[in-house]
C-alpha cells in the first residue's frame, strides 16, 4: 500500500530536549516536504527536498533541521524545542511533477507535538 | 493577500450535492483554480484543479465561470465522510515549487 508514514504520532516533550519526527515513504517520490498546522495560522512549510541530498527552506524553517540521505526518509529535526513549536506537524511525498503543479500529494498522519 | 474568498461554513443533506462557492475576483491569466480538503487533523487531499474549462474527476466536479472570476466545487453525492474543510487556492503551476498556502477554507458539515 502507498503511504507516508510519520513517527511518533504523539510526542511531549520539554523546553531544550532534542528530538527527531521521522518520515518515510515507498512510492519512490523524489520530492518531500515538511509543514506544520497551527489555529489561523493554516498550513506552512517548513522544509522541501526535491531529492537525496537536495533540501531547502520553506517559510518557517527557523528551530528545525531536515536532512535527505535516501529516498524514502526526510527526517525533521528539532535541536532545541521551544513551546511555540508545539504544533500538528504534517509530512508530505510526490513526485517532482505533481509537487509542480501542485497537485496530489501524499501526505502522513500527522505528529501532534506538544513542548512543555 | 487574500486571493481567494469563501463561506465560512456549509451543511449539507447526506445524499445531496454539495455546491461550494469560491470567488476569485483578481485571478490572472496563468492562475489555476485548486481545491483541496482537510479532513479533521488529517492531512490535507488534492480535490481536483482547472484552468478555464469545466473539470471532473472521480471526486468532484469543477465549474468555472467564463469571466474566470469564481468557481464552483460540486461534490456530486456528499457522505458523512466529506465533512471535512475545503480549500479554494489559485496560483499559476510551477510556482511556489510543490508549496501548499491556504486559507480559512470553507468548514461542511455532511448531516444524516
Known sequence: EAQVTQNPRYLITVTGKKLTVTCS?????EYMSWYRQD???GLRQIYYSMNVEVTDKGDVPEGYKVS????????????SPSPNQTSLYFCASSTLEQAGGHETQYFGPGTRLLVL | DAKTTQPTSMDCAEGRAANLPCNHSTISGNEYVYWYRQIHSQGPQYIIHGLKNNETNEMA????????K???????????????????????????????QFGAGTQVVVTP
Open chain 1, 25 to 29: 515513504q515507498n512510492m519512490n517520490h
Open chain 1, 39 to 41: 489555529p489561523g495560522l
Open chain 1, 68 to 79: 535527505r540521505k535516501e529516498k524514502r526518509n526526510f527526517p525533521l529535526i528539532l535541536e
Open chain 2, 61 to 68: 466536479s469543477l465549474i468555472i465561470t467564463e469571466d474566470r
Open chain 2, 70 to 100: 469564481s468557481s464552483t466545487l460540486i461534490l456530486p453525492h456528499a457522505t458523512l465522510r466529506d465533512t471535512a474543510v475545503y480549500y479554494c487556492i489559485v496560483r499559476e503551476r510551477y510556482d511556489s515549487w510543490g508549496k501548499l
